[in-house]
């Protein structure tokens, strides 16, 4: 006689998998029907908290006695480019990069609209840019002043994000916002603070240290290579702003919740 166990075990996952869809559309359902001025503040007050993970960046690349190629100055780094994301994520700020998954779930199910869906991502978006130029015009005021991070640190942040053609910043792009539509999945499906602490960290780290585009950290990160090193262009930093938005969208829109909510429905999840 078989045993039933592994039919027990295979439902539970279902379910598991249904469960997080569930919660998941819920979630970027909540968020499409907020009042405007909720999703701009929520919004604007993201752009500013993320930008507190480039400035630590550029703290530590100024103490530090490595560089970028050293192991564990890559890793330095990445964990502080990580600290601005749990600063928004567990604070539940809007992120448009989660929103390319979160937003697009209650679409695809039919319970919202491509208008809506357009709404959310551009409001979010805007006020989120709007955050993180408002945060580098006041941390480029005051750096001076703190003597903490030296302007050649912004400088070599942000020429690591544009140094590249534009192919590599779209592809890369969406790399990044696939990585964080796993989060917004991966922390939607976490119970403890502490399990969404953990994955939050590992997967925004990966993306520091691969050094892929992410449209709103990285709006902060070219920013201040724009305030603070000639080498750095507002052309630079219209096309990063651009093609990492693009490529964020695609990424969390496509690999994520597409794929995600496909094979939770259409695979009996």
């Known amino acids: 006689m078989a045993d039933p166990e592994p039919e027990s075990s295979v439902a539970g996952e279902q379910t598991s998998a249904s469960t997080i869809l569930e919660s998941a559309i819920e979630s970027g359902q909540h968020e499409m029907e907020r009042e405007t001025e909720g999703l701009l503040l929520s919004g604007f007050s993201a752009g500013l908290d993320i930008g507190f993970g480039p400035l630590l960046m550029a703290v530590f690349l100024t103490l530090s006695t490595g560089g970028y190629g050293d192991l564990g100055t890559e890793l330095l780094l990445a964990s502080a480019y990580a600290v601005g994301f749990i600063f928004v994520i567990i604070a539940r700020s809007e992120l448009f990069t989660e929103h390319t998954t979160l937003a697009v779930m209650p679409v695809l199910d039919g319970r919202a609209s491509l208008g809506g869906l357009a709404r959310v991502w551009g409001l979010v978006w805007v006020s989120n840019i709007v955050g993180g130029v408002i945060f580098t015009v006041f941390v480029v005021t005051l750096m001076p002043n703190l003597g903490v ?22 592809v890369a792009g969406i790399l990044a916002g696939w990585l964080m539509g796993l989060v917004a999945w991966l922390v939607t499906a976490a119970q403890e603070t502490i399990s969404r602490l953990v994955i939050i960290w590992l997967v925004t780290a990966s993306i520091g240290l691969l050094h892929l585009p992410h449209s709103i950290a990285g709006n902060v990160e070219v920013l201040f290579g724009v305030f603070v090193s000639p080498s750095v262009s507002i052309l630079h930093y219209a096309k990063f702003l651009l093609l990492a938005t693009v490529g964020n969208a695609v990424g969390g829109g496509v690999f994520v919740a597409l794929l995600k909510y496909g094979h939770v429905v259409r695979g009996g999840g």
């Not at 991070?149 to 779209?170: K, V």
């Open 149 to 170: 991070a030296s302007p050649e640190a912004f400088g070599t942040i942000a020429n690591r994000l544009i140094d590249h053609d534009l192919q590599w910043l779209f």
